[in-house]
């Protein structure tokens, strides 16, 4: 097995797509010849061509809603925004057509799309290159929505999402494209099912859910608390829409302690979903409160380096914050 | 202008009691401290004196009910004056030394109803789905909140402690929740026609409670040696009477805890006990001496501090103790702190006995009956030369019960050696 | 000798016969509808009269069920033409049961026929126009024969996403023809409000692709223009904005009052310019309708307008579960 990283993973799972079937194809901005801004897309425009691997005009909206237009005729869009920051200009196209076009046409029509987005803070990006968009999106019914956190998630995620029949906002955790590393097996398909979480530390004294560059961070809190005896069960979630609500309640009905870690804001953020989750259906099984740990209210990250170590939820804040939970 | 009477506080642990028996009734007179009412608290029986002249306008609490330190259980007025029907809510007074310190942290749990701290929703669910008493669980919490880890080692103890346990070891070592997993007032159906059920009184349930927990805490070992009394018993003849004079009455358990002070001295890892974070060696020895109440069971008064004591001071002591342990005038402090015990189980004719530890103690000195019995004394013949003999000695089995996780036999039979030989050389 | 090219462009005189048969239906149905709502019968109604003739001869200069329309919710004429029945219309209006469109979740008349590759739109004005790109871009890539008509209002070109989808059909050459629907008016607003061009077609110059205008109240004039604009997309050599224009004889929809913003004396005279009474003219001059004949047409629509409300009258509504799906593909009421 071969040990790569996120971002190579996600190439890999595309190139066997665009490979296996002719509809499957790629568009977003600088995703051709210059094989993406964070070369995602690298060495697939020489390897399928300008008709499969499209650079598109520098307009989001359009970028999604030529996307669905494709998707209507059959074709397998892979749509990249180049930024999370930059998809707003796209909300529309997602939110009121993508999303709601199964349901509008009573299943007449579909739109198999999936749309790529780099997210997340800690690469100095500042209040336009740093954002999280998740909970935007999974609030949507219609949409399903992703967040890969390793290599090999990534390209069996990537790879179940093109063969989805409906929309997917694949959301990649820009700052762990090449900072995170995995083994991917090079000999067999590699295809990772939308929806289940997944359990990557099992633990006892409580449950942290998190996903993307979080989730790494809560390994690492974990694994420094478990020096001071606190046992701590991390859970990638993987899927934030729709939510694997067994795996979380089946986590917090062993630990009875819950922690919800995420970079983007605090209020209103997934992680409110995820307590209310547990404060409908698990509230016989919870020994203390549901605690979140989230970025702070502020409008975007700042740029500077310590505004942006301020900003973003790292090992330490989580250790801490376990711990305290813990202590409850 | 009425006076209440309240449940009062008996000790700095207990936060509860229950009403045993009224002494007056409504519209009865009673004069101030006159006693009003017998209160039992966790092994002390007293008498509450009413705090006014006046007749006893109402009573607000039933023989035989438990009710929370502060609770209102009388009024005290003149005749006729109005009284309420029911009890305020909760003026327990010192709640806020039960309840868990405050912090400034988010979410510090909040004082519960029961001054157990605050109990999350599944420490509650699992209380009920297996019948627990949350106030025997301890809490590791925040401010001292029962965990869930907390009720469930709760829980877990008592069904993984019966198979340790010595097999046909009997009724007694059930586990714990199967004692007291009933709810207070319900009865187990009998068993046959003829057979009865004797409700449980507080103390035999506290007594009960006890025993098990100290059969599931300590590594119990007995090791037995037996002593020769003679000197013991010619000394105590000679100073009887001048004991007697300074208002003590001699007795020989007064020997015995003057020699087990002497082998605590010695071996001082036996005055102490086991704690998670280590062995807690006490400064002071406070000896327990196990006093029989007859049907009404069993109490344990400690004499304080019985290295600083001589042996009249000690035999004073426990005079005192005894006499007001079986009028029920001990107050609570009296029966807490011991660092060692002596149970003199041959008062009743027992030979041998394996007592159990009084928790936290490392060990428990068991003393039998006083018997004279033939032994083979070991001497030398007028030529020097070795030579036995048959003797009639008063003589009496000790043994000590240690806890094996804080001593080993070794020390064991090395304490229980040293009271044997200050015992056999008394002079 | 317009009417000679007509007839060669695909058009014999049953076909025109046909259209106007259809722009009459349209209207019957439409007239019939506002009567509905001002009874108190039906929620709400969009109108399309006086646009059925160019919506009609753009939709007759397509291949039916070959080439793929993304029309907006004035497009009533448009959708007969296409193959949509009265009485799924009427469906649609009451919001009964097994409307086609969408199962009578969405208002009446925000179509979609997937026999007829007719795509389902939504309300936001404009975020139709990058599908109807998008399926030709899909088109392209398969190298299908087939092209794409998608329809809009005047107003709703001021949106950056329709600007977004037409530039995307010019720079790829994309099968696709813009049809602006110009009435003048978006809700209140009039053209000049609107834009600073004196024609939507002038927009075209921007984007770099052919921009047309014609008459829209002459349904041969923009089947012709259709046509042409079809004919080029076929070829490969990309798309054509047509601009019709047309004339909303009526307030924006059942819930709009154009007193306080249209003179009366304007509407009076659009009266004067009507299409369907335009159409009628022409036909009878071209020697193909006699007055028997149109009053056959006229008894024919009416008749198809009456059965029509009855059948939905007396159709069910839907059961309240079929609210609940299908949210994902695949989706099914039991789970």
Not at chain 2, 303 to 322: F, G, P
Not at chain 2, 391 to 400: C, D, Q, S
């Amino acid at each position: 097995m071969a040990e790569i990283t996120l971002i190579e993973g996600l190439r890999q799972g595309m190139d066997e797509e665009l490979e296996r079937d002719e509809r499957v194809f790629i568009v977003g901005e600088d995703v051709g010849q210059r094989g993406g801004v964070f070369r995602a897309t690298e060495g697939l425009y020489e390897k399928y061509g300008e008709d499969r691997i499209i650079d598109s005009p520098l307009a989001e909206d359009s970028i999604v809603g030529i996307g669905i237009g494709t998707a209507l005729y059959g074709m397998r869009p892979i749509c990249e925004i180049q930024f999370a920051d930059f998809i707003y200009p796209a909300f529309n196209q997602i939110v009121s057509e993508a999303a709601r076009m199964c349901y509008r046409s009573a299943g007449e029509w579909t739109v198999p799309m999936v749309i790529r987005v780099p997210y997340g803070g800690g690469i100095g990006g500042g209040l336009y290159h740093s954002q999280s968009v998740e909970a935007f999106f999974a609030h949507v019914p219609g949409l399903k929505v992703v967040v890969p956190s390793t290599p090999y998630d990534a390209k069996g995620l990537i790879k179940s999402s093109v063969r989805d029949p409906g929309p997917v906002i694949f959301l990649e955790p820009k700052r762990g494209y090449r900072l995170i590393r995995g083994e991917v097996p090079e000999d067999e398909e590699v295809l990772v099912p939308i929806g289940p979480a997944r359990i990557s530390r099992t633990g006892t004294d409580l449950s942290v859910f998190a996903y993307g560059m979080m989730h790494h961070y809560c390994l690492e809190a974990a694994e420094r608390v478990a020096q001071e005896g606190i046992n701590a069960e991390v859970i990638d979630l993987r899927t934030l829409k729709p939510v694997d609500r067994q795996t979380i309640l089946a986590s917090v009905a062993k630990t009875g302690r819950a922690l919800i870690v995420h970079e983007d804001n605090l209020t209103g953020g997934y992680g409110a979903e995820i307590a209310a989750i547990l404060a409908e259906e698990a509230f016989g099984d919870l020994d203390a409160p549901v605690r979140r740990l989230a970025g702070p209210d502020v409008p975007a990250m700042p740029y500077s380096h310590p505004f942006e170590s301020w900003f973003m939820p790292d090992a330490d804040r989580i250790a801490k914050a376990i711990l305290e939970l813990a202590a409850f | 202008m009425s006076t209440e009477v309240i449940m009062p506080r008996l000790g700095e642990s207990l936060v509860e009691g229950t009403v045993t028996k009224w002494l007056r009734h409504p519209d009865d007179h009673i004069e101030e401290f006159e006693p009003l009412v017998e209160i039992n608290t966790d092994k002390v029986d007293t008498e509450v004196p009413s705090p006014a002249t006046g007749t006893v306008l109402k009573l607000y609490v039933a023989e035989g009910e438990t009710v929370r330190a502060g609770t209102l259980l009388a009024v005290i007025g003149e005749p006729g004056e109005e009284v309420p029907d029911a009890p305020p809510a909760d003026r327990e007074e010192g709640a806020t030394q039960v309840a868990p310190p405050k912090t400034a942290d988010q979410g510090t749990p909040k004082a519960g109803r029961d001054g157990l701290g605050f109990i999350s929703p599944v420490v509650s669910r699992i209380a009920a789905e297996h019948n627990v008493d949350l106030s025997q669980v301890s809490g590791t919490g925040s401010g001292g909140r029962i965990t869930k880890k907390d009720v469930l080692a709760y829980i877990e103890g008592g069904r993984s402690a019966a198979p340790w346990e010595e097999p046909g070891s009997g009724e007694l070592f059930r586990p714990t929740e199967e004692f007291f997993g009933d709810k207070p007032g319900t009865v187990p159906e009998p068993t046959g026609l003829a057979d009865t059920v004797l409700p449980l009184d507080a103390v035999r349930t506290q007594i009960a409670e006890h025993m098990v927990r100290s059969r599931r805490t300590s590594a119990h070992v007995t090791t037995l040696m037996e002593a020769d009394l003679g000197r013991v018993l010619a000394h105590r003849k000679e100073h009887k009477q001048s004991f007697a004079r300074e208002g003590a009455n001699l007795t020989l358990t007064a020997y015995f805890v003057a020699a087990a002070v002497e082998a605590l001295k010695e071996v001082p890892i036996v005055n102490s006990s086991w704690s998670e974070a280590g062995i807690v060696l006490h400064k002071a020895a406070n000896v327990g001496v196990a006093v029989s109440l007859g049907e009404a069971g069993l109490i344990v008064p400690v004499v304080k501090n019985a290295e600083q004591l001589s042996l009249q001071a000690i035999a004073k002591a426990i005079n005192d103790l005894a006499e007001r342990a079986r009028s029920h005038k001990l107050v609570p402090d009296e029966v807490q702190g011991g660092t060692f015990t002596i149970t003199n189980h041959g008062v009743t004719g027992s030979l041998l006995a394996t007592p159990i530890i009084h928790q936290p103690q490392c060990a428990i000195l068991g003393i039998g009956a006083l018997q004279k019995r033939a032994v083979v004394i070991e001497g030398l013949s007028p030529s020097g030369e070795p030579e036995d003999s048959l003797a009639i000695r008063p003589m009496v089995y000790l043994t000590l019960t240690f806890d094996h996780r804080i001593i080993d036999g070794g020390i064991g039979d090395h304490f229980l050696g040293i009271v044997v030989q200050r015992l056999q050389s008394w002079a | 000798m317009e009417a000679q090219e007509d007839l060669q462009l695909n058009l014999n005189e049953e076909s025109l016969l046909e259209m106007y048969g259809l722009i009459v239906l349209s209207r019957r149905l439409d007239e019939r509808t506002w009567v509905l709502h001002r009874q108190g019968k039906i929620a709400f109604h969009i109108s399309g009269i006086g646009h059925e003739a160019a919506q009609v001869g753009a939709a007759m200069a397509l291949r039916r069920g070959q080439d793929w329309v993304v029309p907006y919710y004035r497009d009533l004429a448009m959708m007969l033409a296409l193959g949509l029945t009265p009485k799924e219309f009427m469906l649609g209006v009451m919001g009964k049961k097994g409307e086609p469109s969408s199962g009578a979740r969405q208002m009446p008349s925000h179509w979609s026929i997937r026999r007829m590759n007719v795509v389902s739109h939504s309300s936001p004005v404009a975020t139709q126009t990058p599908h109807a790109s998008g399926i030709g871009l899909a088109i392209k890539m398969r190298g299908d024969d087939a092209i794409v008509l998608t329809s809009i209002g005047e107003g709703a070109t001021s949106q950056g996403a329709w600007y977004e989808a037409v530039n995307w059909a010019a720079i790829h050459k994309l099968p696709v023809v813009f049809m602006v629907e110009n009435n003048l008016y978006a809700i209140s607003v009039r053209q000049d409000r609107q834009m600073a061009v004196e024609h939507v077609a002038d927009k075209a110059a921007g984007l770099g692709l052919p921009g047309v205008t014609v008459d829209g109240l002459d349904a041969l004039a923009v089947h012709r223009a259709i046509s042409e604009a079809a004919a080029r997309a076929r070829a490969g050599d990309g798309p054509t904005l047509v601009e019709a224009m047309v004339q909303r004889m009526t307030p924006h929809s059942s819930d709009d009052d154009d007193r306080s913003y249209r003179p009366r004396a304007e509407l009076e005279a659009l009266k004067a310019q009507d299409p369907v009474r335009l159409q009628r003219d022409k036909l009878m001059d071209m020697g193909l309708l006699s007055e028997q004949a149109e009053t056959e047409v006229q008894e024919r629509a009416a008749a198809q307008v009456e059965e029509a409300i009855k059948f939905a009258a007396s159709a069910p509504y839907p059961e309240v579960s079929e609210a609940s799906y299908p949210v994902y593909a695949g989706d099914r009421a039991d789970g």
